[in-house]
């Protein structure tokens, strides 16, 4: 099992930035992905970012592409979201989450990860 645990959010200004970071801990060698996710109030959680554990592939939802950018830190076991631009409808909890399965291309629904942090909440004012 992998412990992530979320940091990084906070209130920031429309069009202002910020990095949010999951950090892992435990059997991090059985992770194949890491993903970020969001949810909004009253709105199903949705696919943000996702990232392949042993480098290489990246993959964006159409919302955030251009915006965000997922990067790791293999020596942190660290992955980060790095959010620029941002509007108020990118308000949401932001959730981490390990996948230990091969997915081709990255996952983008969240039954296909197994292990998730516990969120921070990002809130952008207009």
């Known amino acids: 099992q992998v412990q992530l645990v979320e940091s990084g959010g906070g209130l920031v200004q429309a069009g202002g930035s910020l990095r949010l970071s999951c950090v892992a801990s435990?059997?991090?060698?059985?992770?194949?992905?890491v993903a970020w996710f969001r949810q909004a109030p009253g709105k199903e959680r949705e696919f943000a970012a996702g990232?392949?554990?042993?480098?290489?592939?990246?993959y964006y939802a159409d919302s955030v592409k251009g915006r965000f950018t997922i990067s790791r830190d293999s020596a942190k076991n660290t992955v980060y979201l790095q959010m620029n631009s941002l509007k108020p409808e990118d308000t949401a909890v932001y959730f981490c989450?390990?996948?230990?399965?091969?997915?081709?291309?990255?996952?983008?629904?969240?039954?296909?990860?197994?292990?998730w942090g516990q969120g921070t909440q990002v809130t952008v004012s207009s």
């Open positions: 989450a390990a996948g230990y399965r091969p997915q081709i291309p990255i996952g983008v629904t969240s039954d296909e990860y197994a292990d």
């Open positions: 435990g059997r991090t060698f059985n992770i194949y992905t």
């Open positions: 990232i392949r554990w042993g480098g290489g592939s990246l």
